[in-house]
């Protein structure tokens, strides 16, 4: 079965930090883009930030400066590291993934999804 599992969230005050991480499991990713993506609270779920197996990025403006991504092909793994949050921030986080192995990922494309983690930026 493929999986990929999300970790690392929770809530946290406004400036502050986290990092979330995913594990794809039953499947290999390195030849895959992977991404996160997030649903706001009312909203539409939105790129957040997309990285391909050869290490080129894509940031959603709101999250460029204070968001990375980062990967591990070999331990199938996918980072973000969201430093300086903001209210904004708040959303349902998850972790994707997409043959296509193209930076400029769409929610409509990916083949693969997490469950989706919570994260609360409190101001």
């Known amino acids: 079965q493929v999986r990929l599992d999300e970790s690392g969230g929770g809530s946290v005050q406004a400036g502050g930090s986290l990092r979330l991480s995913c594990k794809g499991s039953g499947h290999s990713f390195s030849g895959h883009v992977m991404a996160w993506f997030r649903r706001p609270p009312g909203k539409e779920r939105e790129l957040v930030a997309a990285?391909?197996?050869?290490?080129?990025?894509r940031y959603a403006d709101a999250v460029e400066g204070r968001f990375t991504i980062s990967r591990h092909n070999g331990r199938n793994t996918l980072d973000l590291q969201m430093d300086q949050l903001k209210p904004e921030d708040t959303a349902v986080y998850y972790c994707?993934?997409?043959?296509?192995?193209?930076?400029?990922?769409?929610?409509?494309?990916?083949?693969?999804w997490g469950q989706g983690i919570q994260v609360t930026v409190s101001s």
């Open positions: 990285v391909t197996s050869g290490g080129t990025t």
């Open positions: 994707a993934a997409d043959r296509s192995n193209r930076a400029l990922v769409t929610v409509a494309q990916m083949d693969y």
